[in-house]
């Protein structure tokens, strides 16, 4: 029994720890996330870049709530937000790709060193 009450000081600083790195590369994948948005050329890419990484990001900070909750009733909620945060971000990125697909837009092309000496 000694060694168990010298052990949780070690896991309490652990789960810390997992805490903070779930929350650090969380924001980090959310601040991807919203620069894609703003910096990506059309709406193909913006949705993809919002579903992937907003997605990983959200999924992350949700796990270092639940972790940081403890074995409550609220951990059950935070646990089931994060599955509905899986299924409906990727769901409404492709929702959205298919829209604009479906409305004509056309993906954003390179344009090459021809084309833009060809257009003067």
């Known amino acids: 029994m000694e060694g168990l009450v010298e ?8 789960r810390f720890w997992a805490i903070v790195i779930l ?3 969380g924001l980090f994948f959310t601040f991807v996330s919203a620069v894609g ?3 990506l050329p059309d709406v193909y890419s913006r949705a993809h870049t919002a579903s992937q990484t907003d997605t990983l990001g959200a999924g992350l900070a949700l796990a270092a709530v639940a972790l ?3 074995w409550q009733n609220a951990t059950v909620y935070t646990v089931l937000l994060l599955f509905f945060v899986f299924i409906t971000n ?3 990125a492709h929702a959205i790709a298919r829209s604009a697909a479906e409305s004509g837009i056309t993906p ?3 344009e090459t060193d021809e084309e833009v000496t060809s257009d003067d």
């Open 7 to 14: 052990a949780i000081p070690f896991f309490e600083e652990l």
């Open 23 to 25: 929350v650090a590369f």
């Open 37 to 39: 948005v703003i910096r």
């Open 68 to 70: 940081a909750l403890g």
């Open 90 to 92: 990727p769901t409404a």
């Open 108 to 110: 954003w092309e390179k």
